[in-house]
């Protein structure tokens, strides 16, 4: 079972967070998604920053060896490496998703870490939502309130060019296409083959798949057909 925060969130809504809460989480899904070794801890101003970061980091190591390594793909981070002596190689599972078809299958599954697609969900999903760092604890919450198991986002998965200013969209302002966050595989499978066909231009997209999993940035990207952009 993964580790758990052991900062804790501010109580009341209003109250200023602790620094050390998204310190150790960013920490965290470094180590998890850096292996075979505990990531460097970056250089900031802050000392209590740098601690957390680092105790998380040291946590998300361990989680990796464990339990398995996750990819922070739309971070920019390369594939998961593990070596010798760290978990063996990093490589998809079969998603259990069997789609219709025309949506080009879903059926490997990839897992991932990272806050970026989540933020999406957590907008779309439970709008109005005070994202203070805690997006995994937020996301899961209103899942567990709503009675979703399972949520899902169409994605791009080659990063299509930034906007020319921010749009307040964490993935559109990364460079990347998504759709409409969805109860339905199916919904979100055929929203996905809709924007591949709408251009005469190759396009690799998938699904993101979050079930509630506590504080953690854990979900599956579920490439369409199998297939990742060249060199991912």
């Known amino acids: 079972m993964a580790q758990h925060n052991p900062h804790q969130a501010a109580a009341e809504r209003g109250e200023l967070m602790p620094i050390q809460v998204k310190a150790w989480q960013n ?11 505990v990531p460097a801890t970056p250089l900031v101003r802050s000392p ?18 464990r339990e398995g390594w996750r990819w922070a793909y ?11 002596g760290a978990g063996g190689p990093y490589g998809p599972g079969d998603s259990g998703e069997r789609l219709p078809s025309q ?15 989540l933020r999406v969900v957590l907008a779309q999903f439970a709008p109005g939502s005070d994202d203070d760092g805690r997006t995994g604890t937020l996301l899961a919450r209103a899942c567990t309130d709503k009675g979703v198991g399972r949520l899902y986002l169409p994605v ?17 302002d990364a460079g990347y296409w998504h759709g409409t966050v969805s109860e339905s595989s199916a919904e979100a499978g055929e929203e ?3 924007w591949v066909t709408s251009s005469r231009i190759p396009r ?6 979050y079930e509630p999993a506590a ?9 369409a057909g199998s297939r990742l952009p060249p060199g991912r």
């Open 204 to 209: 690799y997209v998938g699904l993101v798949r």
């Open 103 to 117: 949506s080009a299958g879903f059926q490997q599954s990839w897992p991932c870490v990272g806050e970026l697609p």
């Open 74 to 84: 739309f971070d920019g981070t390369a594939r998961p490496d593990p070596g010798e």
């Open 156 to 172: 791009g998965l080659s990063p299509a060019g930034t906007p020319p200013q921010p749009t307040g969209d964490p993935l559109a």
């Open 48 to 65: 209590d920053y740098a601690r957390a970061w680092a105790q998380g980091a040291v946590a998300g190591n361990a989680d990796g060896r």
């Open 192 to 194: 996905a083959f809709r």
């Open 27 to 37: 920490g965290y899904d470094a180590g998890i998604s850096t292996p075979p070794d």
């Open 215 to 223: 504080e953690q940035h854990f979900f599956d990207l579920l490439p």
